[in-house]
């Protein structure tokens, strides 16, 4: 099922691989989006699906002021209405899908070739952070819907999208900062944006103080499980970016807010080693950088390699990633065997 969910959108690329851009119509975009919502949103199985479940049982026991106490109260209020409304754990798992798959594919369709994003996603953040990290999925699908409103010249909404995906993961004040200094204007706005970013790396590597810093991340030297990797691969797409900087100027308009985008990629790699996990944390938030630069690639590339190459390429790359993680990562067996509410009982 994970490769079918990857050779979907790599194999319609490939179809459209000798154009260096497409544009898809709502009708099928709504129907993928559709069908990866409910591969998503009804699984039962991914990263930490059993934790997330017995946290929604703990709604048994906690007043709604209670729940909201605890952290991230976007995801408490949904977790405990849901479970008092009687309306069960895969309709929070449902909810959370529809609305991180909502921003990605909003984000995707605003690209000049949003099938080659769409198999970009699947890999990492598609299977490993939306059927992983549920909050901070939701938080990212949010920040990728305000990318769209920034790019479109609406920076307040955008700083609703970013201030509605903090309440799902605090972490995501970070983003503030990039669309502040992208865009905002005024010494007193990027003095916010500063404080933005503080906000969101203090968040990002302390969670309760900090004894927390000592004791989990140079103390116990806190590794995340292939956070390296994962640094790397935001970085290829930062690197190709300050390589085809030049076109990049000359065909888009949104070069300032992935540069910085690319430097703090960049900058990542000299941070992963000293606490892995905080770092693998922010840089998820750096994955719609992937999706850009590859979506752009055969475009921004085509005077020198044909967009058929290119995009070929690209697919391949991808699915060599993903090979070698369902394969060999140390924690896939939380991902396998895939498993769905909707044929569960068949087998």
Known sequence: MYYMMYLLPAFVALL???????????????????????????????????????????MAYLTLDQALAIKDPGYQLISYYMYHWDLGFF???????????????????????????????????IIVVYMGYMRQGIALGLIMWGIVALERGRFYRFLAFVALAVTFHKSAILMIAFGIFSQGKGKLLKFFGVLAAGAGVWSSFVSSGADALITNYVD???????????????????????????????????????????????????????????????????????????????????????????????????????????????????????RNFLWADLF
Do not use: C, H
Request: glycine fraction near 4%; hydrophobic fraction near 55%.
């Open 91 to 125: 309709a929070v798992t449902l909810i959370a899908a529809v609305i991180s798959v909502s921003g990605l594919f909003i984000f995707l369709r605003s690209q000049i070739n949003p099938w080659i994003g769409l198999a970009v996603s699947v890999p990492y953040l």
């Open 220 to 338: 116990a030297q806190m590794q995340s499980s292939g956070a390296v990797i994962r640094v790397l691969l935001n970085a290829v797409p930062a690197v190709l970016l300050l390589v085809y900087r030049k076109e990049w100027k000359r065909s888009f308009s949104d070069y300032t807010f992935w540069f910085m985008i690319s430097l703090a990629s960049l900058a990542a790699i000299g941070l992963v080693s000293f606490a892995s996990t905080a770092v693998d944390r922010m840089a998820l938030y750096f994955l719609p950088l992937q999706l850009v630069v590859f979506s752009r690639l055969p475009y921004l590339a085509r005077k020198k390699v044909s967009p058929k190459v290119t995009t070929v390429l690209i697919i391949l790359f991808y699915l060599l990633i993903f090979s070698v993680w369902l394969n060999f990562a140390a924690n896939v067996r939380f991902w396998l065997p895939y």
């Open 16 to 58: 459209y691989a000798g154009k260096p851009s497409i544009r898809v119509k709502r009708g099928s975009w709504v129907l993928v989006a559709f069908i990866y919502i409910l591969l998503i949103g009804l699984r039962m199985s991914g990263g930490d699906w059993y934790n997330y479940l017995r946290r929604f049982e703990q």
